[in-house]
């Protein structure tokens, strides 16, 4: 155990230093750790320090160590992992490794970006994706004797990147068609390839029959087998047409085995061909009018990519079916028809070979900023002479002379001086004119400027990180050089180390921020909530920066005007809030200026202001109105001698918005100084004795306080909740340990148990079984209070015994109204 304390010292309690310390190393290829070579010692702790994901690989038989940020790519493989061989760990992708980790053992190097893994690490197959670099390992006399690993998952982003391709190709396939059959069939068939499906179908609803009508549909072996038939929609199962009616997207697995399929599994397997299928509902104004369905032959787990690349498709293809329908409809009338031209969202009109404009919708009036009598009956180049020597101009000259259809984009300048884009497709007409449709697709335009303006963000602060990053490393591998020659005398060795240890929490710092960026932004952030003055979060923060402001000689005025308000919030989040907008404030603010810290009470919005305002370099207009998103920050100053990735400011946004609070920015201008004010919700203070409605669990005065028994290991959040039931007036009970907890309620028999589920020895869903089977705790009130918020996991605690199953945080209102019920009853 020494040993293992030395190794791993001044790292810290975590959960695989833990294990490192319980582990028997005697029979472990590794040996005891006293005999550990200087080289792995060193490697492994530089990877139990990290918190960026991280493994090594250490000696013949190829012994796999790593840090907790690597945790949770392992899933289910963890703990079981923690000292196993390489390739046991990883089987099921060791083809795709192991020349990667030979590689390695041969000296040599590897980065690969966004590497497709098929794994299996949740009890299901499923495709990842991966951003890692392998390196090799030296013992003592310079021999490669293990592999060292530092890997990020990229599946969401490389998901999301398909995606957006795959719509963008969709909307291009769809554009020119005016067929809704060739629409469906396009749509489907694009997404069945995409998906890599056996079978897609768009099925259109008959309600008053209670049926649904396939016009086409697409196989992967290329029959068509359901195109042109209408089937009944209870033939497949009366709980999927309900839920499907509900608008509920259903994933089915195995229709053999689904409860919701299983009647009903010959429906599926006969006349679909399919075992596994997804339904995705089009519901409008709350009547069920199409669905797509994807199914494939063989059982299969639909994931969220997928049901989320279909979800979206299926509004495309409703949208270009439609579409394509009033366009063939318009053919028919031969375009005469001007009562259904006026129904159709796009802009028509037809013109005659001499450029006469016969015929223009309501629409069309209005994005040309025309009136009938302005446009009918005369020439299209007379009334819009501007546009005769642009793409659209062209185009049309094309359509009329060569007789084939084409598209153009086209930017219009309004008489007010504002700018419009549209989309114009044109159609030769069997007269020998041409008959046009237009769409405003500004908003369009302005969305993807959009997109490019902040696609260029990321490059720039992808650029910074690459900066930011590179720094370090220099000094780094310098002193990494000078103790592998070994001839430095102790000065120069702690020197070595120090610098060493310098950079490293640099590096740390950086990859600190960039992930509670994205835990805080991806929703993985649980408050603690607890009541906090204001006089709390600025004495804290300021105790935090003060270093910072004494290096730079900076002064520092606090002027608290309600210094006891109070809000209902997570303390150290909140004080890490304020610490990053001082921290922004005394980086942008020369030496020797004066910064401002003001909290105070909007009585009328019962709110309170958290303001710091600086001297500092200011900022123009453009830049205050998105300082808060991520990226931004890299264009306020070409100066990065502060270092940093300039991610403080998106994390605080996040961090107020949780708290139902807004964060605000201004700045008179360059040079002249910025405010930051954070508005946050004050804790609501109710008269003693009152009842006031949506309180936590308000107790009338006239009936006895419920007796709350509270069960959490957390031992914060259960003291946490405890005091606010307490101060609302109930007798509250607390217990960390499910065993104790079921001992104590067998006890004191309490009226209401609010549990948490995930508890060691015995979790909270045993724990209610058990209680429901006292005679003494049977009739309690039982509340699920956890982490576990899927429809899984309700149903399981509803099953278990659970009256009511909430999500942490806890809303209290809902938790008020569940008490009051109580005491009434």
Not at 278 to 295: D, S, Y
Not at 699 to 722: C, F, G, I, K
């Amino acid at each position: 155990m020494a040993d293992i304390l030395r190794i791993t010292a001044g790292l810290g309690d975590s959960e695989t230093r833990r294990l490192l310390g319980a582990r028997d190393w005697h029979s472990s290829p590794l040996g005891p750790p006293g005999s550990w070579p200087p080289e792995l010692a060193t490697a492994l702790s530089m990877v139990l320090s990290s918190t960026f994901p991280m493994f090594l690989v250490w000696g013949p038989q190829q012994v796999f160590l790593y840090n907790d940020a690597y945790v949770p790519i392992l899933g289910d493989k963890h703990p079981a992992a923690f000292g196993e061989q390489f390739q046991r760990v990883w089987w099921e992708i060791w083809a795709d490794l192991e020349p990667i980790a030979e590689r390695a053992m041969a000296d040599q190097s590897s980065y690969f970006e966004d590497m497709p893994l098929t794994m299996e690490r949740k009890g299901y197959t499923e495709q990842t994706y991966f951003t890692f670099s392998y390196s090799p390992l030296h013992d003592g006399d310079g021999r490669v004797t293990g592999v060292y690993c530092t890997c990020i998952e990229t599946t969401a982003r490389v998901e999301a990147e398909r995606r957006a391709a795959f719509e963008l190709a969709l909307a291009d396939a769809l554009r020119p068609l005016t067929s809704s059959e060739a629409a469906i069939a396009t749509a489907s068939a694009l997404l069945g390839r995409e998906l890599d499906a056996g079978h897609v179908m768009y099925g259109e609803v008959d309600e008053a029959r209670a049926s649904f009508y396939v016009q086409r549909d697409w196989t992967a072996g290329g029959s068509s087998a359901l195109s042109g038939k209408t089937f009944s929609i209870a033939a497949f199962g009366e709980d999927v047409a309900a839920r499907g009616r509900a608008g509920e997207v259903i994933a089915i697995t195995d229709v053999r085995t689904d409860p919701r399929t299983m009647p009903y599994q010959q429906a599926y397997l006969s006349a679909m061909g399919v075992c596994s299928s997804l339904l995705v509902p089009l519901v409008k104004a709350g009547r069920l009018l199409a669905f797509l369905a994807l199914g494939h032959a063989q059982p299969h787990r639909w994931s969220e990519a997928e049901i989320a690349l279909a979800r979206s498709m299926s509004e495309r293809l409703w949208s270009a079916v439609d579409l394509a329908r009033a366009h063939e409809a318009l053919r028919e009338e031969r375009d005469r028809s001007q009562l259904i031209l006026d129904s159709i969202a796009e802009g028509f009109g037809l013109i005659a070979p001499d450029w006469t404009v016969l015929q223009m919708n309501a629409e069309g009036l209005r994005l040309g900023s025309r009136s009938a009598a302005q446009v009918i009956g005369h020439k299209h180049w007379d009334i819009w002479p501007e546009a005769l020597d642009t793409e659209l101009g062209r185009m049309y000259g094309r359509v009329m002379d060569q007789r084939v259809a084409g598209s153009a984009e086209y930017l219009h300048r309004m008489a007010d001086g504002s700018e419009r884009y549209y989309e114009v497709r044109a159609y030769p007409t069997s007269g020998g004119g041409l008959v046009s449709f237009f769409l405003d697709i500004t908003e369009r335009k302005q969305a993807e400027e959009k997109l490019r303006a902040a696609d260029q963000r990321k490059d720039e602060f992808l650029a910074m990180l690459a900066h930011e990053l590179r720094n370090p490393l220099a000094p780094i591998s310098a002193a990494a050089d000078l103790l592998r020659i070994g001839r430095l005398d102790e000065q120069r060795v702690r020197q070595s180390s120090a610098i060493i240890g310098r950079q490293v929490r640099h590096m740390t710092s950086l990859v600190d921020d960039l992930l509670d960026v994205s835990r805080v932004t991806r929703g993985l952030v649980t408050l603690a909530r607890a009541p906090v003055s204001a006089r709390t979060i600025v004495d804290e923060a300021i105790e935090q920066v003060r270093p910072l402001f004494e290096t730079r000689r900076q002064s520092l005025a606090v002027r608290l005007v309600e210094p006891e308000a109070t809000v209902l919030g997570d303390k150290a989040r909140l004080v890490q809030v304020l610490a990053n907008l001082l921290n922004n404030a005394s980086k942008y603010t020369p030496e020797e200026k004066r910064i401002e810290i003001e909290a105070r009470a909007e009585a009328g919005a019962d709110s309170l202001v958290l303001s710091v305002r600086d001297e500092g370099i200011g900022m123009e207009k453009e830049l205050t109105e998105r300082v808060f998103e991520l990226f931004a920050q890299a264009q306020r100053s070409s100066d990065r001698s502060q270092g940093g990735l300039g991610l403080g400011l998106a994390l605080v946004k996040n961090l107020v918005e949780l708290h139902g609070g807004a964060v605000e920015c201004g700045s008179p201008g360059p040079g002249r100084g910025s405010t930051f004010a954070v508005t946050l919700p004050l804790m609501r203070q109710p008269a003693r004795g009152d009842v006031e409605p949506g309180a936590a669990g308000a107790v009338a005065q006239d009936s006895s306080p419920l007796r709350v028994l509270v069960v959490d290991d957390n031992v914060d959040a259960a003291a946490t909740l405890s005091m606010l039931l307490e101060a609302c007036g109930y007798e509250v009970m607390v217990e960390n340990d499910s065993l104790r907890a079921l001992a104590l309620a067998k006890k004191e028999c309490p009226d209401v148990g609010l549990l948490d589920i995930g508890l060691p020895e015995m979790d909270g869903n045993e724990l209610a079984r058990r209680l429901r089977l006292e005679p003494c705790t049977r009739a309690m009130l039982l509340v699920a209070v956890t982490g576990y918020g899927q429809e899984q996991d309700r149903r399981a605690a509803l099953e278990a015994g659970f009256d009511h199953h909430m999500v942490k945080p806890v809303d209290l209102d809902k938790l008020a109204a569940i008490l009051a019920a109580a005491t009434k009853a």
